[in-house]
């Protein structure tokens, strides 16, 4: 059964650098194929695409949040981790980590961590 | 990056009558190698994750009742529910996964019950 679980602070100062972990079960990084991404929502609004690590190490980022965005992954924790630098209070939300194995779409989701930015 | 535009923005449907959703994106998503076009589908409850629905346009997810069907190609797309249950209320989005990343998601559609 895979599934995903986020953790990070709820709460960030503005300016500081955000770090959130995915840690996933029923699967591994290192499996051929497996994909990892992080989706942002500000409260009430859209879904937006952040940022994916795949199984071989390769790394995609939200074009305008490439400066602030690096994903990693530790294949001996089977996590992924999200830091964002800088962050702004328009940087809050819903952070989720979600999984898919095949294509460009996410069939698992974590139920997502919310951070507010705030000082 | 490809942009996706959904229309409507929201939509009240009375329970049993049908509901569409349409997507378009800035540029195609049909791939000429393998005819298949790069969109998915998503559902999302309050409080929840999105939940997906639909990929490669029209292929249903395991599990998903079949009220929900994907049609289209290129850089139109359209999500039917052909029967609208109260469990459906929800907000849809559909993101393109054309080539390499960013993957980019519609703004998308609340529906409603009438």
């Known amino acids: 059964q895979v599934t995903l679980k986020e953790s990070g602070p709820a709460l960030v100062k503005p300016t500081q650098t955000l770090t959130l972990t995915c840690t996933l079960s029923?699967?591994?990084?290192?499996?051929?194929?497996?994909?990892v991404s992080w989706i942002r929502q500000p409260p009430g609004k859209a879904l937006e695409w952040l940022a994916r690590?795949?199984?071989?190490?390769?790394?995609f980022y939200n074009t305008s949040l490439k400066t602030r965005v690096t994903i990693s992954k530790d294949t001996s924790k089977n996590q992924v981790v999200l830091r964002m630098t800088n962050v702004d209070p328009v940087d809050t939300g819903t952070y989720y980590c979600?999984?898919?194995?095949?294509?460009?779409?996410?069939?698992?989701w974590g139920q997502g961590t919310l951070v507010t930015v705030s000082s | 990056d490809i942009v996706m535009t959904q229309s409507p923005d929201s939509l009240a449907v009375s329970l049993g009558e049908r509901a569409t959703i349409n997507c378009r994106s800035s540029?195609?998503?049909?791939?000429?190698?393998?005819?298949?076009?790069?969109l998915a589908w998503y559902q999302q409850k309050p409080g929840l994750p999105p939940k997906l629905l639909i990929y490669?346009?029209?292929t249903r997810e395991s599990g998903v009742p079949d009220r929900f069907s994907g049609s289209g190609s290129g850089t139109d797309f359209t999500l039917t529910i052909s029967s609208l249950q109260a469990e459906d209320v929800a907000v849809y989005y559909c993101?393109?996964?054309?080539?390499?990343?960013?993957?980019?998601f519609g703004q998308g559609t609340k529906l409603e019950i009438k």
């Open positions: 540029q195609s998503l049909l791939s000429s190698s393998n005819n298949k076009n790069y």
């Open positions: 979600a999984f898919g194995s095949a294509g460009g779409w996410s069939n698992f």
């Open positions: 029923g699967f591994s990084l290192l499996t051929s194929g497996v994909r």
């Open positions: 490669w346009a029209s």
């Open positions: 690590i795949d199984w071989d190490g390769d790394e």
């Open positions: 993101q393109q996964y054309y080539t390499a990343p960013p993957h980019t």
